[in-house]
């Protein structure tokens, strides 16, 4: 079973930068695709850029093309979320979660969830 372990995130100012980590130890993290799911203040959770399983394909919410970018190491078996030119409503609980459906839209699809990491962008 796929375990994820998040860290990144923290409080930056708008127009900064940061950057999330998900890391997938195990031999089985080769099988999944990612999705970086957010989860802002008093809204519900959603996904926001995806990943394939051989880091081929990506996909973008709108709000965040061109400003995030995702990537995967297989050596380490690591999902990076580089996140330039924050925004307030990029405020928000940050989540990785691992489908064997690239980009699965139903929750229910995924099979394994990091814990999330709070990033909060403020002046």
């Known amino acids: 079973q796929v375990q994820l372990v998040e860290s990144g995130g923290g409080l930056v100012q708008p127009g900064g930068s940061l950057e999330l980590s998900c890391v997938a130890p195990?031999?089985?993290?080769?099988?999944?695709?990612i999705t970086w799911f957010r989860q802002a203040p008093g809204k519900e959770r959603g996904g926001v850029v995806c990943?394939?399983?051989?880091?081929?394909?990506?996909s973008y919410a709108t709000s965040v093309k061109g400003r995030f970018t995702i990537s995967r190491d297989k050596s380490s078996n690591t999902v990076y979320l580089r996140m330039n030119n924050l925004k307030y409503e990029d405020t928000g609980i940050y989540s990785c979660?691992?489908?064997?459906?690239?980009?699965?839209?139903?929750?229910?699809?995924?099979?394994?969830w990091g814990q999330g990491t709070q990033v909060t962008v403020s002046s």
């Open positions: 979660a691992a489908t064997r459906k690239y980009c699965a839209g139903d929750q229910q699809d995924y099979e394994a």
């Open positions: 990943i394939s399983r051989d880091g081929g394909q990506t």
């Open positions: 195990g031999d089985s993290s080769d099988s999944v695709h």
